[in-house]
């Protein structure tokens, strides 16, 4: 897809309301062009050679990519001032927060609403400012994806992710059978989707202070957690819009990504990250690659099953070329 066909996939992903989801991502998908086979970059390490033994992807959280911006929440702090200074002056709202805490802690409810207007308003902002910044970072650590390109003679990424040519390229075909998911607690299908480029932000300011009370009320008595929660809107294809979203200098990767179906707090991704088994179709060894590690990759795709494997080469003309150095035909 070119960034034209990926602008059309993105107004789209912004129009949708969150209602009827079903509906709605058949809208969305009618705008993505899906590729045959899409490539990832790994670098020769033990982690990357043990995944590619075991045909094992880990989704990754943006705040493990290399680049800061990515699924950053560029907040309008103008408007969350705005917001707060509504709700600071909402005395009807204070008062149905107050006497619901009053109901369950004994704790009068006019001097709850004295204690908040006695917080000076500055105070407010500040604490308020530091909690959204803390709602990024989270959010950074919640957005769990596994990403692709469609281009595997890309040299920008062979120097970024493949260790300066000296690693591998996992090619695989994209098919209804590669995004299934045959477990009971994720939906059917994983999706992909394209990333789309532009010098334009998104405002996640929604977004951001949803995910700050969330944190809050992770750390909070059991009622005003289910306080919190009861009370907080869901904001559907927020998730999505954060994540797939870049700066237009990285037009060039032409990403894909998957992103993982289930929005998880940050503590449990950390016990145990999300993964997917697929079998990739080749592999691509680089053209700097050594003798040693070429050797490892040939022995461990071939364990792994992977039907062909390329030495990638420059031809006379400055060209990347794919020479195949093994095949099985049965596979």
């Keep these: 897809m070119n960034n034209k066909e990926r602008k059309v996939f993105w107004d789209t992903l912004c129009s949708l309301q969150g209602i009827d989801l079903v509906k709605e991502g058949q809208t969305l998908r009618q705008t993505i062009k899906m590729p045959k086979h899409l490539y990832r970059f790994r670098p020769v390490t033990i982690n990357s050679l043990e995944s590619l033994r075991t045909n094992t992807m880990y989704f990754s959280t943006a705040d493990y990519y290399d680049d800061p911006f990515d699924s950053y929440s560029y907040i309008d702090w103008d408007y969350v001032s705005k ?14 927060m107050a006497k ?21 308003f500055d105070q407010w902002i500040s604490c308020s400012t530091t909690i959204l910044e803390e709602s990024r970072k989270e959010i950074q650590k919640r957005q769990l994806s596994i990403c692709f390109t469609e281009q595997c003679n890309n040299e920008v990424l062979w120097l970024k992710y493949a260790s300066n040519h000296k690693g591998f390229a996992l090619e695989y075909h994209i098919s209804d059978d590669f995004l299934s998911i045959n477990d009971s607690i ?4 994983y999706f992909l989707y394209p990333i789309y480029y532009s010098n334009q932000k998104y405002d996640a300011s929604e977004y951001a202070k949803n995910v700050a009370y969330q944190l809050l ?9 289910s306080y919190i ?50 079998k990739p179709s080749s592999v691509i060894i680089g053209v700097r690659t050594g003798i040693s590690e070429k ?7 071939k364990e792994a099953s992977i039907p062909r494997i390329y030495q990638l080469s420059i031809d006379k003309n400055g060209k ?10 049965k596979k």
Excluded at 186 to 189: D, G, R
Aim: proline share 8%.
């Design 83 to 96: 917001q707060l200074q509504d709700a600071y002056n909402d005395t009807t709202k204070l008062q149905t």
């Design 100 to 120: 619901s805490i009053q109901e369950t802690f004994n704790i009068p409810a006019d001097n709850i609403i004295t204690a908040i207007k006695n917080t000076p």
């Design 186 to 189: 994720t939906p059917s299908h």
């Design 217 to 225: 009320a992770m750390y909070s008595h059991p009622f005003l957690k």
């Design 229 to 278: 929660l009861y009370n907080l809107p869901v904001l559907n294809w927020h998730y999505e819009r954060i994540g797939l979203i870049k700066h237009k200098c990285h037009e060039h990767d032409k990403e894909w990504r998957i992103l993982y179906p289930v929005i998880m707090p940050s503590p449990e991704i950390e016990k145990q990250r999300p993964k997917m088994e697929r």
């Design 295 to 301: 050797n490892l990759i040939i022995s461990l795709a």
């Design 320 to 329: 990347f070329v794919k020479n195949l150095i093994y095949s099985d035909r």
